[in-house]
RNA sequence: GGAGGGGUGGGUGAGUGGUUAAAGCCACCAGACUGUAAAUCUGGCGUCCGGAAGGGCUUCGUAGGUUCGAAUCCUACCCCCUCCA
């Protein structure tokens, strides 16, 4: 029982299709809950479940740190470990080689880490990267990639495409000769920056590995989102047709929509947990923020379209309570809910796809919602301003 | 009745002659968050004018006083706390 894609439906680029890996199934486009630390963050897997997650992500680099790789593999490995039963991807670490600033090193071997725990010093290379992700034992595992950060030289975002290509190579050999070829899929990841030749080329050299996968990496890391889309958008159609196509580190509801618009199958991202820690809530108008004193006496759900169980069972009112008193319920309420509103969203994606409709969908999801983008404060910046008379 | 300690901005609490509109923390207000070093971070927070730079005014229990200059020193008063009787 391996790793395998089945492509459904595609309504213009957006696609509905399916996954199969050795821990079930899960239906596409997919949003993968983040839970880097093998949980989470606040929520039992049940209750991941239960929101409508299929597939969760963990961090190999994290649990390479604390607990261990060993020590993952002592309980059975990682879905025995953190008792989730359902398929788990683990990323390899390359985006800590782009947030961890000062504690890390590149070079052609690997990165070379300073441990942010105890400062002790490790390396990863491509093949250590892969090595961990098998013994971790998720399903689907990621190369090595080089992630870099927005605004930096052209010359400095090739060299660390051409890397990133080198690594790929070398992780797809490393997975190739290992025993868990046909239990682990591997997928390999595009770099190239905001540059379009770049974006390219490095779609070209990765869909030459015969991954089970191809992802797009290195978006969201600073770039407009117009540009995001437009990357997205270029690689997407580069990509071999009959392989998942997976959008890492994107995740926002609008981005969702676009990027399934845009021939993307899989996304991961912090966004929906990390933003409800800090009292954002997602609605079909948009974000909203529980901690405003404007919700101190609302009787109703925050969401009166969502049924999960936050919505169902309390009041905005006692939601803002519980953030102003720092009750950590407060936090797993709207990290359910707000995975809950993606998950919900999806399914709505995919249905459309299904039924022709998507761009019809698409269109009704931007007559509600309004992002808290950068041109939408500027625009309320100068109403207030002139409404001052200023 | 006796001995001692203390009253500082919404709260707490530094500060004992000038660089103090007054540290830090909390609360409050605003903003950020996209392959999680995040239940985190950033900014504001006496008041008035200003978009800002900046400037004006009023503050450290109350009232006087000393001094070029006081939250800081002196005097009186008011209030609070601890211990002894």
Known sequence: MGFSFRLDHTDGLARAGELATPHGNARTPAFMPVGTQATVKGLTPEEVAGTGAQVVLCNAYHLYLRPGVDAVARFGGLHSFMHWNGPILTDSGGFQVFSMGALRKVDEDGVRFRSHIDGSEHRIGPREAVSNQQRLGADIIMCLDQCIAHGVSKDAVRSAMDRTHRWAAQCYQAHLRSANFDSQALFGIVQGGAFTDLREESAKRIS????????????????????????????????????????????????????????????????????????????????????????????????PECDCYGCCNFSAGYLWHLFRAKEMLGLRLASTHNLRYLFRLMGKIREAIVENRFESFRREFWEYYRPTDEATRQQQKEKWLKARGG
């Not at 995001?228 to 159609?237: F, G, L, N």
């Not at 994107?250 to 996304?267: K, N, W, Y």
């Not at 954002?280 to 009787?299: C, E, L, N, P």
């Open 208 to 303: 030459d590995i015969p991954f089970h996968g191809y992802a797009i990496g290195g978006l969201a890391v600073g770039e407009s989102k117009q540009q995001m889309y437009d990357i997205t958008r270029q690689v997407a159609a580069l990509l071999p047709q009959d392989k998942p196509r997976y959008l890492m580190g994107v995740g926002s509801p609008e981005d969702l929509v676009e990027c399934v618009a845009r021939g993307v199958d899989m996304f991961d991202c912090v966004l929906p947990t990390r933003v409800a820690r800090n009292g954002a809530i997602f609605t079909r108008h948009g974000r909203v923020d529980i901690t405003k004193r404007s919700f101190a006496d609302v009787d109703g759900p925050v969401d």
